[in-house]
């Protein structure tokens, strides 16, 4: 079992532009959470997403995006960068029939931005 | 709102000393808290959850509700616990939604 794999890994952009960030997530598990952490803080919840659609959202603006597939995997998009942005991005899955609240982590994607 | 607060940002111990990481929460209604655990270059892991009561690694943490407090303690820590710790509580309940306090980090010297 791979658990549950990120990519990139790293990545660099330019303010303004636009990223994807990919995550799939452990076998068996059908709900994937997406948490922004920068640098000193613990992980933000960005939004859910279960059954292909979003379910809950943080307090994150609409610059941030996702998506899920049939199989899934999910993107995490973020338009129009800020500096701001710069952070580990981690994508967490779970199984929503399981009862578990704790979610299952990946390594994350280091999104730098200059 | 609901809220979690890790006071320290670090705390320093020798191995074989106590330690306990301090956790306060804000939540309306009974909460379900956790506490993860983040070795270097790993990736955050479920440490233990409250309902479960077990004691992982020596760990164990007691939900207080009268001061709303999940602190996790270790009678005698190991250097190999040296690591960041994050208190966590669900987001409006559900699954995989957490709120993660700021996270303390543990050092613990030989």
């Known amino acids: 079992d791979a658990g549950v794999t990120q990519s990139p890994t790293h990545l660099i952009k330019t303010r303004g532009q636009q990223v994807t960030l990919r995550c799939s997530p452990k076998?068996?598990?059908?709900?994937v959470s997406w948490y922004q952490q920068a640098l000193g803080q613990g992980p933000q919840f960005i939004f859910q997403?279960?059954?292909?659609?979003?379910?809950q959202r943080g307090n994150f603006p609409d610059r941030f995006s996702g998506h899920q597939f049939p199989n899934y995997s999910s993107e995490l998009n973020v338009n129009a960068l800020l500096l701001g942005d710069s952070a580990l991005y981690l994508c967490?899955?779970?199984?929503?029939?399981?009862?578990?609240?704790?979610?299952?982590f990946g390594e994350g994607s280091w999104l730098t931005v200059v | 709102a609901q809220r979690v607060t890790q006071p320290e940002k670090l705390l320093s111990v020798f191995k074989g000393a106590p330690v306990e990481l301090k956790c306060n929460y804000s939540?309306?209604?009974?909460?379900?808290l956790f506490w993860y655990v983040q070795y270097s270059r790993q990736r955050l892991q479920l440490l233990l959850r409250?309902?479960s009561r077990e004691s992982i690694k020596g760990f164990t943490a007691d939900l207080n509700k009268g001061e709303t407090s999940f602190h996790l303690k270790k009678p005698f820590a190991q250097e190999e616990d040296s690591a960041m710790y994050y208190c966590?509580?669900?987001?409006?309940?559900?699954?995989?939604?957490?709120?993660f306090g700021a996270g303390t980090r543990l050092a613990v010297h030989p």
């Open positions: 939540y309306s209604g009974s909460p379900e």
């Open positions: 997403y279960y059954e292909e659609e979003e379910r």
């Open positions: 409250h309902i």
């Open positions: 966590a509580l669900p987001f409006s309940g559900g699954y995989n939604k957490l709120i």
């Open positions: 076998s068996g598990h059908d709900t």
């Open positions: 967490a899955s779970s199984h929503a029939g399981t009862g578990g609240s704790e979610g299952y």
